[in-house]
C-alpha cells in the first residue's frame, strides 16, 4: 500500500465527503459477518467512537482476513460511504487491508468486553486501548492544555520546580530519597549515619512533594507564575484518593491576599469543566453513560453555582451538629477528614465549599497568621465526591512572623535560608494554592479511583509499568 496521508476517523464521522479515497489505521476493536462480508469496527485513538469498515470476503485473500483480529492493527484503503446500519452516518467499503500486527484471539487479554477496572489496572500497558481509558486519556490531554491555556491568557508564566530538591522543608509528606551511593556497601559518618556528604549532590536529596516555594521564588519576580509537574510522597495511603506519584498545579500571585486566591481558585477550576464540557462532550457521554449518570449534571452544576466559604470554625460547628456517626471523630482543632469535607459539600451545602481559617497546628509554616494567633490564612477548596481538590493559602510575607513558625516548629532556618530571603529582600503580600491533577480528572470524568485516571499509577507496592 502506498504510503499517503491517513485520514483520523475523528474527521472522518464527521465528513461530508461521500465517495471520496480514504486510509484509515487503527486497532481493530470487533469483527463480526458471514462468509461474504466482514464488519470491522475499527479505532484510531482520535475519538472514542469506531468506524465500520466494510470488506466484501470475495475482493480479499483469505489469509488477510483472518490476520484481522480483536486487537489487531490494520490500515485500510477504501471509499467513504453512507451507513445503512444504525449508530453511525459513515463507514468505509474497503479495497485495501494490510495488516500490521494481529493479535492472537487466545492469548489477547482484552479480547472480551467488560473486564472490571481492578482487571484493567494489572494490564496498564495495554488498557490504553479500551473505550474507558481512550476516554479518560483524552480528558487529561484536554485538561492539561487548558490550564495551560488558562495561565497564559491570564499573564501567568510556566515555572519548572526542580523534581530533585535538597530542601526537607516543604512539610507535605515523606519523601523519596535520590542516591546514587553504593546500596550494599554506602560512605558511614562514625556516628552510623550515612555519609551523604559523598553523594552525588555532595548532600541528602529527595523528590519534590510539591513545587511551591520555588513558585514564590519565581512569584517575588514575575509577578504571576505557575508550576505544573510531577510531585512524589511517600505515605503509605492506599486510598482512591492518593497517588505515591502524581502531578500538581501550584499557581503562585505577587500581591494576592487570601480573598483573591479564593477567587482565583474557583475561576478556574470552572473554567476548566467548562473546557471538558466544550471540548470532551463526546468522552464525558461515555463516561456518564458507563460509570456516573450523574456526571454531566454534576459539571453543569458546579459551574452555575457560587462555591459556598466559611471558616473551619464554622464548618466544625456544622459537623458537630450533624448527628452524623464519623470514623474519625471532629473536634476543633482536628484535620478535617473525607468523610467530613464531603458531608459539606453533598449533604450540608449541596455545592462545592471553600474553607478558611485553619489552625495553624494542622497547616504548614508558611501560611500567614491571622489576627487572632491561633488560625492562618489557608483555605481548601471541597468538591463532591472528591473532598480537598485545592489546597492555599495567603504566605507569611512578615520576615518575624515566619522566623517564629520556624522556630516553633523546630525547622532549621538553615535548610530554608534561601526561602527566608524573599521576606529579607523586597518581600511582597502573596498567596497561592496547589490543585491536584488527578483529583480533577477524576472529578471531571467520574471515575472512582485515581489509579484509574492516570496512564501508569504509582501506589505502594506498585510500579510495574
Ligand atoms: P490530603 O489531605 O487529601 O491528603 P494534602 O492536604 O496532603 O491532601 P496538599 O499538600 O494540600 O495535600 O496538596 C495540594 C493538593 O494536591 C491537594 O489538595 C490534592 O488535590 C492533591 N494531593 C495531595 N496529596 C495527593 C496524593 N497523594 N495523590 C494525589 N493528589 C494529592
Ligand atoms: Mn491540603
Redesign the pocket.
Known amino acids: 500500500m502506498e504510503h499517503t496521508r491517513r485520514n483520523k476517523i475523528v474527521d472522518l464521522l464527521k465528513s461530508k465527503e461521500i465517495g471520496s479515497e480514504v486510509l484509515v489505521k487503527g486497532w481493530v476493536r470487533s469483527k463480526r459477518g458471514n462468509k461474504n462480508v466482514n464488519f470491522i469496527a475499527l479505532n484510531d485513538g482520535s475519538v472514542i467512537h469506531t468506524i465500520q469498515v466494510v470488506a466484501e470476503v470475495s475482493n480479499f485473500q483469505e489469509e488477510t482476513l483472518k490476520l484481522v483480529t480483536t486487537g489487531s492493527c490494520i490500515a485500510v484503503k477504501g471509499i467513504l460511504v453512507e451507513s445503512v446500519g444504525q449508530g453511525q452516518s459513515v463507514e468505509i467499503q474497503a479495497r485495501g487491508i494490510e495488516v500490521y500486527g494481529s493479535a492472537d484471539a487466545e492469548s489477547y487479554p482484552l479480547q472480551k468486553k467488560g473486564h472490571s477496572l481492578e482487571f484493567l489496572r494489572e494490564i496498564a500497558h495495554l488498557r490504553p486501548r479500551t473505550n474507558t481509558f481512550g476516554a479518560v486519556l483524552r480528558v487529561r490531554h484536554a485538561m492539561a492544555f487548558a490550564i495551560h491555556k488558562y495561565f497564559n491568557d491570564h499573564g501567568f508564566y510556566y515555572l519548572h520546580a526542580p523534581i530533585i530538591t535538597g530542601s526537607d522543608a516543604e512539610g507535605?509528606?515523606a519523601m523519596f530519597r535520590v542516591t546514587t551511593l553504593d546500596d550494599k556497601n554506602p560512605p558511614m559518618l562514625p556516628d552510623g549515619h550515612v555519609d551523604y556528604a559523598q553523594d552525588f549532590f555532595g548532600k541528602e536529596t529527595k523528590l519534590t512533594?510539591?513545587g511551591q516555594l520555588e513558585a514564590e521564588l519565581g512569584a517575588m519576580a514575575l509577578g504571576l507564575v505557575y508550576t505544573f509537574g510531577p510531585t512524589f510522597?511517600a505515605?503509605n495511603?492506599n486510598t482512591p484518593?492518593?497517588?505515591?506519584e502524581?502531578w500538581?498545579i501550584e499557581p503562585e500571585m505577587a500581591f494576592y491576599d487570601i480573598h483573591d486566591d479564593m477567587d482565583l481558585a474557583e475561576d478556574f477550576l470552572k473554567y476548566l469543566i467548562r473546557y471538558a464540557l466544550d471540548n470532551c462532550i463526546d468522552d464525558l457521554e461515555f463516561l456518564n453513560k458507563m460509570y456516573d449518570t450523574e456526571l454531566i449534571a454534576r459539571l453543569h452544576q458546579v459551574v452555575d453555582d457560587k462555591f459556598e466559604r466559611l471558616s473551619y470554625t464554622e464548618a466544625v460547628t456544622i459537623l458537630k451538629a450533624s448527628g452524623q456517626q464519623w470514623e474519625f471523630p471532629v473536634d476543633w482543632g482536628t484535620?478535617l477528614q473525607?468523610e467530613h469535607e464531603r458531608y459539606l459539600v453533598e449533604k450540608h451545602f449541596g455545592k462545592p465549599v471553600i474553607l478558611t481559617g485553619y489552625p495553624k497546628d494542622i497547616k504548614a509554616f508558611y501560611m500567614k497568621m491571622n489576627e487572632d494567633g491561633k488560625t492562618v490564612r489557608a483555605m481548601?477548596v471541597l468538591f463532591p465526591k472528591i473532598?480537598?481538590?485545592?489546597?492555599g493559602s495567603q504566605r507569611e510575607e512578615n520576615l518575624e512572623a515566619l522566623l517564629k513558625r520556624i522556630h516553633e516548629m523546630n525547622i532549621p532556618e538553615k535548610d530554608v535560608w534561601w526561602y527566608l530571603d524573599t521576606r529579607r529582600f523586597g518581600t511582597a503580600p502573596h498567596a497561592g494554592f496547589?490543585?491536584?491533577f488527578?483529583?480533577l480528572i477524576l472529578f471531571v470524568t467520574g471515575m472512582s479511583n485515581?489509579r484509574d485516571v492516570i496512564p501508569f499509577p504509582r501506589t505502594p507496592k506498585n510500579a510495574e509499568f
Open positions: 507535605a509528606g512533594v510539591s510522597r505515605e495511603s484518593r492518593h497517588l505515591a502524581f500538581m484535620d473525607a481548601d473532598g480537598e481538590i485545592i489546597g496547589g490543585l491536584g488527578e483529583r485515581i
